[in-house]
Nanobody, 115 residues
Framework: QVQVVESGGGLVQAGGSLRLSCAAS????????MGWFRQASGKQRELVAH???????NYADSVKGRFTISRENAKNTIHLQMNNLKPEDTDVYFCGIVIQTHVYWGQGTQVTVSS
């Protein structure tokens, strides 16, 4: 079993910053990929950024240059530093870890950016 726990999120004004953190625990096998996704009500979950346990990162075009994902392998923890936030970044953010063919999700955390 794998557990995923997110922290961070909240309300911020446009142009502000927030930091999300996510810790995975349990039977964490390598290789794996950890990442952040976001989902608005009634829409599909979309990738924000992910990082492999080898340190390779990937970002959605909409967040490049504003968001930075980092990883602490020893703790199976990732962080998402979000700068210059925009109202369109408002969503529920989910952390996920992909191990072999399985995806394990956290419960989600709300990020709200006011204009």
């Amino acid at each position: 079993q794998v557990q995923v726990v997110e922290s961070g999120g909240g309300l911020v004004q446009a142009g502000g910053s927030l930091r999300l953190s996510c810790a995975a625990s349990g039977n964490i096998l390598s290789p794996n990929v950890m990442g952040w996704f976001r989902q608005a009500s009634g829409k599909q979950r979309e990738l924000v950024a992910h990082v492999t346990d080898g340190g390779v990162t990937n970002y959605a075009d909409s967040v490049k240059g504003r968001f930075t994902i980092s990883r602490e392998n020893a703790k199976n923890t990732i962080h998402l530093q979000m700068n210059n936030l925009k109202p369109e970044d408002t969503d529920v953010y989910f952390c996920g870890i992909v191990i072999q063919t399985h995806v394990y999700w956290g419960q989600g955390t709300q990020v709200t950016v006011s204009s």
